[in-house]
């Protein structure tokens, strides 16, 4: 007997009012791997009744505010000047509205932010200085977002400049500085441990994505999603990624589904990945259909050429109307990168993303 999932993954096209019709929405957060809390948190408030929105916002300030995540919000990896600049958006999927805020400093929350550009104001977007005067027209504190783990993993990249070969944000490829000894850092950084420096140098060799992007779904079928991050490390100053452009990082069809990214935003912007994903699925493909072609028009970006394409990673999620959701990597098993995490109800837990292509 065919069931609903394979149903709807014949890729017949769908209406909005058929897919309200074929099946009552179930409650359902999504989000990328370093959200197991954020989609706990989530799921909670959307048992409770609270607005989707609000709900994916209190999950992800989890990770905005945890000083150990290094990709989002206070923690951060800073730009090449050592300054943390965060982005990120909202989008509310019952009124069709969204918010973002780009290249914001000081403010550990940034999704907060890009929700009161949203209920607000009559714009969508507000970046750097201004984005943060606006946050403290609202109340919120100026702070320092950089930690002194990744303050000292800033520094172990800007010694590493020196070397002849060093990673530079001003030429055409992403390559990486040659290792720095261990002993030779232990000099210069005479309080930190081994374990601290051995991950400042990889973070400082091996510039590392990560951002959070969560979608949720509640029982009345309203969605709402989020994307905040701190971008990419050692970014030149003022430098948006795709996180807090409509469309690219996030995109929410109260009728369809919703959509987001995580890893290297300039690809994404190229292929307006998030909304491509539910446009894909307005067409009538499965989430994980709608996510392949995404990472394929990715790959046409680079003639298909695997050694180019080798020199990065991205990650979709999408969570359709109906409850079917996926996540999809570029490349298989980046170690976390190739999971994603999925509440319907109880704990958290990771699910294996599918992907495009092997190393
Ligand atoms: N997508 C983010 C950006 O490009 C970074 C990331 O996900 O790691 O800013």
Redesign the pocket.
């Known amino acids: 007997m065919i069931n609903r999932r394979e149903l709807f993954g014949a890729g017949a096209a769908l209406a909005a009012g058929q897919l309200a019709r074929a099946q009552a929405p179930k409650e359902l957060v999504i989000s990328?791997a370093n959200g197991l809390a954020a989609c706990k948190k989530a799921m909670e408030m959307v048992k409770a009744g609270a607005d989707t929105l609000d709900a994916v916002v209190a999950g992800v300030n989890i990770v905005e505010l945890d000083p150990h995540d290094n990709?989002v919000g206070y923690g951060g990896l800073p730009n090449e000047e050592g300054v943390v600049e965060l982005?990120a958006s909202v989008m509310h999927g019952p009124t069709r509205r969204c918010g973002s805020v780009a290249s914001i400093r000081s403010i550990k929350t940034p999704s907060n932010i890009a929700k009161l550009v949203m209920e607000q104001t009559d714009h969508i977007m507000l970046v750097g200085d201004n984005a943060l005067r606006f946050a403290k027209a609202m109340g919120y504190k100026e702070e320092d977002l950089l930690t002194e783990e990744s303050r000292l993993a800033w520094m172990t990249w800007k010694l590493s400049l020196r070397d002849k070969s060093g990673h530079n944000n001003w030429g055409p490829g992403v390559d990486a500085p040659p290792k720095r000894r261990t002993s030779e850092l232990k000099q210069l950084f005479p309080h930190a441990d081994d374990k601290l420096l051995a991950w400042a140098m990889e973070m400082a060799m091996h510039p590392?994505?990560?951002?959070i992007n969560c979608l949720a779904l509640n029982a009345k079928g309203e969605m709402s999603g989020t994307?905040t991050?701190?971008?990419?490390a050692w970014?030149i100053p003022g430098?948006?990624?795709?996180?807090p452009i409509i469309g690219a990082?996030l995109y929410v069809d109260q009728d369809y589904g919703g959509a987001g990214?995580?890893?290297?935003?300039?690809e994404?912007i190229r292929i307006c990945g998030a909304h491509t994903i539910v446009e894909n699925m307005r067409h009538g493909m499965t989430p994980k259909e709608a996510c392949l072609d995404a990472l394929k028009r990715i790959s046409r970006n680079f003639d298909n050429d695997k050694t180019r394409l080798g020199q990065f990673d991205?990650?979709f999620y999408a969570l359709r109307k109906d409850g079917l959701y996926a996540g999809a990597s570029l490349w298989k098993g980046q170690e976390h990168r190739a999971r994603f995490a999925v509440n319907d109800g109880g704990e958290s837990r990771h699910e294996d993303s599918i992907y495009l292509y092997e190393r």
């Open positions: 990328s990709s982005d590392p994505t990560g951002t994307t991050t701190s971008g990419l970014k430098r948006v990624g795709d996180s990082g990214s995580t890893g290297r935003g300039e994404n991205i990650n």
